[in-house]
């Protein structure tokens, strides 16, 4: 494995992306809560509590374990390279039963984000299951709770421009809200 590229610091702008810093091994990697304890959900007789793990890329969390081969579909269309990126050198993905079924919901009143990441990716039912695997976004800085979705091979651009700062999520909800609160670039 590589070392994956430091990220630039967002102190000017606002956390618009995961987290700033260097975490060594690039790709996508399905990460295990046992191998990876900063990333845990703890089920409770109310709710679960949900630690997101610090990274320094896109935190997406695989929320659907129905269907394998569809995953395995979504998977590839998510790490998809895009001029000289490496393959899925943008997200880190979090695949773990124990995950299952995590809602929007869970993740906003669990208020454990601690500023690591303005936002996350939830890879569910309506991702796995629609033919345009529309991967869900959820604000968990500015406006937390703010939700639109993406087609999964475009979310390494709407990923970029977070990244960069050229859009915030705010542009990207408000975009979606006239197509079915999907995004879809021009």
Known sequence: MTNEQERPDDSEGGSHHAAAGNQSGAGVEPTSVADQSPATV????????ILLPPTARSLAIRTDFSDQATWNKLRLALVAVNDDEEPGSF????????????????????????????????????????PEHPVLLLDLDEEPSRTFRVAAPHLSTVEANLLLANMDFADFADAAEGSDGVYWPE
Do not use: F, K, Q
């Open 42 to 49: 703890t089920p409770s007789t109310s709710e679960r509590v």
């Open 91 to 130: 997200l880190h993905i979090l695949e773990d039963p124990v995950y299952h079924d995590l809602t929007a919901a869970e993740i906003v009143s669990s208020g454990r984000n601690d500023g690591d990441h303005g936002y996350v990716i939830l890879l569910d039912r309506e991702s796995m299951t629609c």
